[in-house]
Each structure stands twice: as C-alpha cells, then as structure tokens.
C-alpha cells in the first residue's frame, strides 16, 4: 500500500509529533512521516525524528531578516521533499501569505482549544478564567489568519471543578495524542478530502465541524 506522506513541523517538545510516529509504526497505518522540520535547531522534536530514522530539517529563523525571507528558503527546501500534507503540530511560527498559498488545502494545524475559541496562546488560562464546561484540541486548515481556517475535527472533555492548568494542559494533550493521528488517516484514506470551497466528509460536504470521539 502506498503511504500518504506528512511532513511535520515542530517547534519544541514535539509530543504531538511522537504520537504520530507511534501511529505510524503500525503496520495499517495509512501514513508515514517523510519529514519533520522545525525553526529551533534544539527541539527535542527532532531528537524524537532522529531515533525513528525520520529524516529532520532545521531553518533557525533567527538568522533570517524577514519571515517571507525565512518562508521562501523553506519553501525551496520542500520542493526537494515529495510529500501530501503539512501537518502544524506545536509549530510557533505564523506563516506567510506566499507560503500558505503556495501549499494551499495542504496544510493543517494542531490547536488546543475548542475553535472558534481562544486562537492564538493561553487557550487553557482562557477556559479557566471564563469558567467554561468543555475544552479540548482542533484540528483545521490554515488559512493567513490566526486559526482561522476551515475546522475538520475536534474533541473535547468536560472541565471539573478541581481542574487547574496542569490538569488542563494534560488532558489537552492526551486527547491531542489521539486527535491528530485519527485525522490524518482520515484524510490519507481520503474519508475526509480537503477541497479549495468546503471539506469532504464521507463524500459529504461538511456543513459543520465535526467530533471526534474516541
């Protein structure tokens, strides 16, 4: 079976990165990585990449002027990659409109909030200080606002009296551990289809965003 190709950008710890290597050990799994990225030459992302034989690309983008600079060169950098999806997964870097139009509908983010909720950072203090019922992680296309793009899956948890930050920010990630595996092999198995106007579902135009239960 031919496998759809991920390449994945990190900026730091890389646990979302992590799961989607776990997934893709599995021998039905729809997916392999082809490369991981990332604009810190330290995330421990990339140690992760490095012991699964994933081979890693870095750009510091300290050492580049402009971020259209800094975009482009990456950009020359993935011509020479042959992959389907770029996949966001803890990537802190906004980026450019040239860049997000060139790979059009071939890029999706990781976000932990219930989008529309809390783009952008602190989503867990939001939830917290707003006293919300649910949180959880998103996955959706990036578009050249802040998480602005088209939603193709969430799931959420309750929140509990007693939750804090930490318990947050931990139940965030277990769901995001499952969350962006289960959609990227939707999408490689073509049950979801990112088109330019709307996202297929089962061959069904996606009205609303969807969950993901696990």
Known sequence: MKKFKLAV????????????INASKSSDCPFKIELVFSNNPNAFGLARASQSDIPILTLDHKAFKTRQEFDATLSKKLEQINFDL???????RILSKDFIKKYENRIVNLH????PKYPGLNTHEKVLENKDKFHGAT???????????????F???????????DSLLAKTH??????????????????????KNNILINGKSDQKSKEVIF
Do not use: W
């Not at 932990?112 to 989008?115: E, F, G, K, N």
């Not at 802040?146 to 193709?152: A, E, P, V």
């Not at 799931?155 to 930050?165: G, I, L, P």
């Not at 277990?174 to 088109?195: G, M, Y």
């Open 9 to 20: 950008f990190i900026s730091g710890n890389g646990s979302n990165l992590q799961a989607l």
């Open 86 to 92: 770029i996949v966001l997964a803890g990537f802190m």
């Open 112 to 115: 932990p909030s219930l989008l």
């Open 139 to 153: 996955v959706h296309l990036v578009d050249e606002g802040l998480d602005t793009g088209r939603i193709i899956g």
């Open 155 to 165: 799931s959420k948890f309750k929140v509990k009296k007693h939750d804090n930050y």
């Open 174 to 195: 277990e769901i995001e551990h499952k969350l962006l595996p289960k959609i990227c092999s939707l999408i490689a198995t073509k049950k979801i289809i990112l088109n």
